[in-house]
């Protein structure tokens, strides 16, 4: 498979010092910012930066780019199936902003201000939508409260445009899951092929991919916000698990779990990053974590010459790293013990559902227990057919015991002695590797990763790079991620085929 800027070194792992990638950073004016120069004309993909300055110039309202979006899902959602559900009181939101605007300085207000988002629908609103994960069991659930992440959209100005579709329940109910596919709304659909978007968060990526939304929100326990992006020629951050609060999202692993933005742009990715990362006290591991986050936000970061003087390390086989036989032979050894990811996950996720449920004001299910029968009880709604495998393996799981314990200490091991020691022994401000392939080593050591569009295979399905560091090293991912953005941009609209 080639990159856009040459074929990947026909060594498995390659340390690359970012020249060919310096050259092509030093390209001209984007296609962004020549439309954003000449005016807002269409939401075809407007950015934050466009819609803001047409807000500033008077050119558009909150409520007339809300309407605009709603036209456009009303055309394209049928048949890509992105949104679940559509926020009634979005066009309220947009009054209110608009009425702020007028009273407000411009420059005193967030990026976010006055800008629609979906949120993958396993993150709670306290408001007239519901949040549902994608099964029926959870329809007219009522949250005690707002997400942790939805409470800092709020307060940065954002629009709750409504909820985008997902693999249901995060891809955690059966192992034989079509990406993409729930009970409530069925398959959503790539834009670029009809085909497989990728999940779970697949209707974040398929409706900010088809302009159904400006910005989107997804989350990742293992690969969730990485492969639709890739899927979905989109961008996508998936942060240092607890930069971004957890609390109010349907879980799978408190370990794992992370939210992260899915967007057109690396900027705009960014500023909702900056949106919705720190501390939350619902979810205690913010507290540590917000130690990564950086005087004055991630957007500083965003450097036309970000991928300068870094050390980008290049993966072609996720089991054999470049010469180095004792570092080839562990990660190997330890890829193999991936297996204790699904054991642990099994365990966490029946501690974590069931506490979600049990908070919940309102719920006609309470436990894991419930959910299974209630998927029995209601087998055509559900497609039962397609089965609960993870779902039954989870119930029969009795805490974090032997195995768990026994696992855990190994994905632990991994991680110290793979992708730790590959990444410090070799100096890497990064690892590259082409669609969602290492997002697994990510996953297990909650390290974070950016997808950025790179181009089409030979049968035209969009992939993406992904950069993945050490845990807190956003900064240097985004400065690679929007250098590789700005040199090459890739990404391109969707021609519909319908």
């Not at 100005?157 to 891809?171: C, D, P, R, V, Y």
């Not at 409706?207 to 293992?222: F, I, K, Q, Y």
């Not at 936000?297 to 965003?302: E, H, K, M, T």
């Not at 990763?449 to 089409?456: C, F, L, R, T």
Request: glycine share 8%.
């Amino acid at each position: 498979m080639t990159s856009m800027a040459t074929k990947f070194s026909p060594l498995c792992f390659t340390v690359f010092s970012s020249l060919l990638l310096i050259l092509l950073a030093t390209t001209s004016y984007s296609a962004q910012a020549i439309k954003a120069a000449h005016g807002f004309s269409s939401i075809k993909e407007a950015t934050v930066h466009d819609i803001q300055l047409a807000f500033k110039q008077n050119q558009l309202s909150s409520r007339k780019l809300v309407e605009l979006y709603l036209k456009q899902i009303s055309r394209l959602n049928p048949v890509l199936k992105g949104v679940l559900e559509v926020n009634p009181d979005a066009l309220y939101q947009a009054d209110k902003a608009d009425h702020e605007r007028k009273f407000k300085a411009h420059g005193s207000l967030s990026p976010l201000h006055g800008i629609p988002i979906l949120l993958k629908d396993n993150i709670a609103t306290k408001d007239k939508l519901n949040t549902t994960a994608g099964s029926y069991a959870l329809l007219g659930s009522v949250v005690p409260r707002d997400a942790g992440v939805v409470t800092k959209l709020r307060k940065a100005g954002a629009i709750i445009l409504g909820k985008a579709t997902l693999s249901e329940w995060a891809h955690y109910r059966f192992n034989a899951a079509h990406d993409g596919w729930n009970a409530r709304k069925g398959r959503g659909k790539s834009p670029y092929t009809m085909g497989d978007p990728c999940g779970s968060s697949s209707g974040s990526a398929i409706s900010v991919a088809a302009n159904m939304a400006a910005v989107s929100l997804g989350t990742e326990t293992d690969g969730s916000i990485l492969c639709p992006s890739s899927n979905n020629l989109v961008v996508g951050i998936k942060p240092t698990v607890g930069l971004t609060s957890r609390a109010g999202v349907i879980p799978i692993s408190q370990r794992q779990d992370s939210v992260g933005p899915i967007c057109r742009t690396v900027a705009d990715a960014v500023y909702v990053l900056d949106a919705i990362v720190g501390i939350d006290h619902y979810d205690n591991a913010t507290v540590e974590t917000s130690r990564y986050i950086p005087k004055g936000g991630y957007a500083q970061f965003l450097k036309t010459n970000g991928l300068r003087t870094k050390r980008v390390g290049i993966v072609r086989n996720l089991c054999i790293f470049g010469n180095d036989a004792v570092i080839a032979q562990i990660f190997e050894q330890h890829l193999k013990t991936l297996s204790n990811e699904d054991i642990a996950l099994a365990a966490e996720f029946k501690i974590y559902i069931n506490a979600y449920l049990k908070e919940l004001v309102v719920s006609p299910v309470r436990s894991l227990a419930d959910l299974i029968a209630f998927n029995k009880k209601n087998s055509k709604l559900e497609r039962l057919d397609y089965g609960q495998d993870l779902f039954i393996k989870a119930e029969k799981t009795n805490g974090i015991g032997n195995a768990e314990k026994a696992a855990l200490v190994n994905l632990a091991k991994l991680t110290r002695e793979g992708f730790v020691k590959l990444m410090t022994k070799n100096k890497l401000d990064a690892l590259v590797t082409t669609g969602s392939s290492v997002s697994s080593i990510l996953a297990i050591g909650g390290f974070p990763g950016v997808i950025v569009p790179a181009g089409y295979d030979s049968d035209g399905v969009p992939f993406g790079l992904s950069f993945g560091g050490l845990k807190g090293s956003e900064p240097k991912l985004i400065e690679i991620a929007y250098g590789f953005e700005q040199a090459t941009e890739i990404r391109k609209p969707p021609k519909f085929k319908f």
